[in-house]
């Protein structure tokens, strides 16, 4: 079984930047992709952004590409980070941290795992 937990939201003023963690523990065999993912309230859960967990690469939605960089922690390799720059009111959701088995390709959806998300509030 997976654990991942996220830290890292806030309260932030628009044009802020945040840096979200997700630590995942437990069997990580067969995980092939880590991604970040968003639910705003009243509106359906999108892909953020993601990193092959078995090799290099990163993807990112188009409405946060140029503002996003997900990256995978040198050292602790089970630890994915979303970093954020120039918020927005519109980037106020729940941001939560997946694991996929089998594929490295996002959207294949063969999320496995969830964690229980972190909010992050972007308002002045």
């Known amino acids: 079984q997976i654990q991942l937990v996220e830290s890292g939201g806030g309260l932030v003023q628009p044009g802020a930047s945040l840096r979200l963690s997700c630590v995942a523990s437990?069997?990580?065999?067969?995980?092939?992709?880590m991604a970040w993912f968003r639910q705003a309230e009243g509106k359906e859960r999108e892909f953020v952004g993601g990193h092959n967990w078995i090799g290099s690469g990163t993807n990112y939605a188009a409405s946060v590409a140029g503002r996003i960089v997900v990256s995978r922690d040198v050292h602790n390799r089970n630890t994915l980070y979303l970093q954020m720059d120039s918020l927005k009111p519109d980037d106020t959701a729940v941001y939560l941290c997946?694991?996929?088995?089998?594929?490295?390709?996002?959207?294949?959806?063969?999320?496995?795992?969830w964690g229980q998300g972190t909010q992050v509030i972007v308002s002045s």
């Open positions: 997946a694991a996929q088995r089998g594929s490295t390709d996002y959207q294949r959806g063969n999320w496995v795992a």
């Open positions: 437990g069997d990580m065999s067969g995980i092939y992709y």
